[in-house]
């Protein structure tokens, strides 16, 4: 749950603006299919499509599919927030108890290593990954 705050603002935030830039290769690439179907609907009461018309239209149907496969695989590639991260079992990194992380959401493990057990690798998180 995001905590919304008092203040709206009619702005989108830095979040809303990053998710809609992430997916924008994608929305361009559909946003060519349309015009591409569209030309090619044309084209039928004009005589008929042309092969560069239909080569067009593959061509633009072909960039969704990679569209879509980059825009995945960048969403994958998200930060893990602490509130998805619960201990799995204890590292074997150092002797001082500190935990081994994974994450609810994307399953990637990290070693949270404590000053307060002690360890001198102190709070900050290193990947295993
Ligand atoms: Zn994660
Ligand atoms: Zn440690």
């Given at each position: 749950m995001r905590k919304r705050l008092a203040l709206v603002t009619a702005e989108p935030s830095a979040a809303d603006l990053a998710a809609i830039e992430a997916e924008w290769p994608l929305i361009a690439a559909e946003l060519d299919v349309l015009d591409a179907e569209i030309t090619l609907l044309y084209a039928e009461d004009h005589g008929g499509p042309t092969v560069l018309?239909?080569?067009?239209?593959?061509?633009?149907?072909?960039?969704?599919?990679?569209?879509?496969?980059?825009?995945?695989?960048?969403?994958?590639?998200?930060?893990?927030?602490?509130?998805?991260?619960?201990?799995?079992?204890?590292?074997?990194?150092?002797?001082?108890?500190?935990?081994?992380?994974?994450?609810?959401?994307?399953?990637?493990?990290?070693v949270t290593h404590w000053s307060a057990y002690g360890c001198p690798a102190g709070k900050p998180v290193h990947r295993i990954a």
């Open positions: 018309d239909w080569r067009r239209l593959r061509r633009a149907e072909s960039r969704v599919t990679r569209a879509a496969a980059e825009v995945t695989a960048r969403q994958s590639a998200h930060v893990c927030e602490p509130h998805t991260l619960r201990e799995v079992r204890l590292t074997t990194e150092c002797d001082y108890g500190c935990k081994v992380m994974a994450c609810r959401d994307c399953g990637a493990e990290q």
